[in-house]
């Protein structure tokens, strides 16, 4: 049975996210600014650690040069180095590596939806390549090293988990006010996205659907909070403790 204390704190939550931007809805303009800042101010920041740093202005590249351009939110270690521009506290460049997770904040995702899908294609071109680190999931924590790779002929040839594409990739969760009309549409959306997208989560409706990476989570009503924080709080695992040659870079 779910713990009632947390659901109805989560209820709260959920429905102070809704009060607040209804109360912007009118304007179009304040709705989309609003609810982004709104979400950051009265949710991810105050549940996210202090150890994980939340930039709205920055860019992330990877060893090979690929590079996003501005993204919404990225939630990044922060213990992990990122570079500045001098003078300037926002604009950070950071490292593939060193990002938990992007975050993407839209008003409508139905009417968004092109410019959710642009952002994964950007996120998508990444390649990150963690060297080794413990990686703590839902079922648990599990040691993994990379690259290490086993040629012996004589041992069965290992099958790639789902979750394997969080150690390559940066997860990349979007977060809708209003959107679609049923569950079964976002499960469509994201199942169309064909991997580009960790999670949608629509707050008018309450749902929360998670890709196979993060175990095809489903969670609806104050739950879907819940299930939006366990995979970020997952996609964060395989960075907390990595291992990455930033050298790569130079080279």
């Known amino acids: ?83 500045p521009v001098i003078g300037i506290e926002s604009s950070r460049l950071y490292f593939a590596e060193g990002v938990a997770a992007v975050v993407e904040v839209k ?55 789902p979750e394997d594409i969080i150690k390559k990739k940066v997860p990349y969760f979007v977060v809708g006010y209003k959107g679609w009309s049923n569950q079964q549409t976002i499960v469509a959306k994201l199942d169309e996205a064909q991997g580009r997208i960790s999670g949608i989560l629509q707050l008018d409706i309450g749902y929360f659907a998670g890709s196979a990476a993060f175990d095809s989570v489903r969670a609806s009503g104050a739950l879907c909070l819940l299930g939006f924080l366990n995979s970020v709080n997952e996609a964060s695992s395989y960075v907390k403790a990595a291992t990455a040659d930033l050298l790569s870079y130079g080279r």
């Not at 049975?1 to 304007?27: D, Q």
């Not at 009417?111 to 071109?125: H, S």
């Open 1 to 83: 049975m779910p713990n009632r204390y947390v659901v109805e704190r989560l209820n709260g939550l959920l429905i102070g996210l809704n009060a607040t931007y209804a109360a912007t809805a009118a304007s179009a303009s304040a709705a989309k600014g609003a609810g982004r800042a709104n979400f950051i101010d009265s949710f991810l920041k105050q549940v996210i650690p202090p150890s994980w740093r939340i930039s709205t202005n920055g860019e992330i590249t990877d060893s090979a040069g690929a590079k996003t351009g501005e993204l919404d939110i990225i939630i990044e270690n922060g213990f992990f180095p990122s570079l």
């Open 107 to 161: 008003s409508n995702l139905q009417g968004q939806w092109t410019e959710v899908l642009a952002t994964g294609d950007k996120l998508e071109a990444l390649e990150r390549h963690i060297k080794g680190g413990i990686m703590g999931g839902s079922s648990g924590p599990l040691v993994f090293q990379v690259p290490g790779i086993c040629s012996d002929p004589n041992l069965p040839k290992m099958q790639p988990m």
